[in-house]
Nanobody, 124 residues
């Protein structure tokens, strides 16, 4: 059983930056692909970015391209989401997730474990 705890969310002005962290425990972190998803009010949860256990990136849609980056530190059992040039439309609850199937890392069904989420609010 893997437990995931996100942190780093908050309120930021448009154009600002945040770095989200997701700390994992209870499993062999380096075996897992890690992903970030987000869910805005009234919308379905959407895939943001993922990183394979080997460090390969899996990219989502164009909405975060060039602004968001994912990384992992296997020694710290932590995955990060660096978010730059934030926009009001980035406002959402951000979730991290852990999964074992590399080919499914862009899809929710590819993940067995989920964190509780952290709120990111971007003001205009």
């Amino acid at each position: 059983q893997v437990q995931l705890v996100e942190s780093g969310g908050g309120l930021v002005q448009a154009g600002g930056s945040l770095r989200l962290s997701c700390a994992a425990s209870g499993g062999t972190f380096s075996n897992y692909g890690m992903g970030w998803f987000r869910q805005a009010p009234g919308k379905e949860r959407e895939f943001v970015l993922a990183i394979t256990w080997r460090g390969g990136r899996v990219y989502g849609g164009d909405s975060v391209k060039g602004r968001f980056a994912i990384s992992r530190d296997n020694a710290k059992n932590t995955v990060y989401l660096q978010m730059n040039s934030l926009k009001p439309e980035d406002t959402a609850v951000y979730y991290c997730a852990a999964g074992l199937s590399e080919r499914l890392l862009s899809r929710e069904e590819g993940y067995a474990y989920w964190g509780q989420g952290t709120q990111v609010t971007v003001s205009s």
